[in-house]
């Protein structure tokens, strides 16, 4: 796999309810009513996308729904094999294996990348964003007053 992980689409800007049209949002409503849940689920930012065989999947926070059919998806994913000429791939064969790529997709403007798979699945997993800023990576030991560690 290439050293970027992120890569920008600017070329690619899908719509802000993709997640709908797609039937993904319909499937995990449709599993939160079967499983007796009070409530809807919200809809987060970010999306993932990818292909299992000719099976797209969906992610968006813990929820992973494969699709039996989405052309919408199926038609952009050739888009992205010409665009890219098929050097970065968001398909794999068994979902037993992942593929090098995701299609990560914020629905607040349609902006598109793909990351590298484990980084964006975990991205889009993610239900806050978390900065760090101000907090160093030291030993335990080496941590004196004042100093914030890993583990304190």
């Known amino acids: ?3 970027q992980l992120l890569i920008d689409l600017p070329e690619i800007r899908l719509p802000r309810d993709l ?3 797609v039937k993904f949002i319909e499937a995990v409503e449709a599993h939160v009513k079967k499983l007796g849940v009070a409530g809807h689920f919200q809809a987060p930012r970010f999306f993932g996308y990818y292909f299992v065989g000719r099976h797209p999947v969906v992610l ?3 929820w992973k729904v494969t699709l039996e059919t989405a ?3 199926q038609k952009l994913r050739g ?3 010409r665009l890219t000429e098929n050097q970065f791939s ?3 064969e068994s979902d037993a294996t992942a593929p090098d790529y995701l299609l990560v997709h914020d629905r607040r403007d349609g902006a598109c990348w793909l990351w590298g798979f484990e980084q964006g699945r975990r991205f ?3 239900c806050e964003p978390v900065a760090i800023k101000g907090w160093a990576v030291e030993d335990s030991e080496a941590s004196g007053p004042g ?3 890993i583990d304190s």
Do not use: Y
């Open 79 to 81: 888009v992205l094999e």
């Open 71 to 73: 052309p919408l998806l």
């Open 124 to 126: 889009v997993e993610s």
């Open 1 to 3: 796999m290439p050293d």
């Open 60 to 62: 968006a926070r813990n």
């Open 19 to 21: 997640a709908w049209r």
């Open 90 to 92: 968001i398909a794999t």
């Open 147 to 149: 100093k914030k560690s």
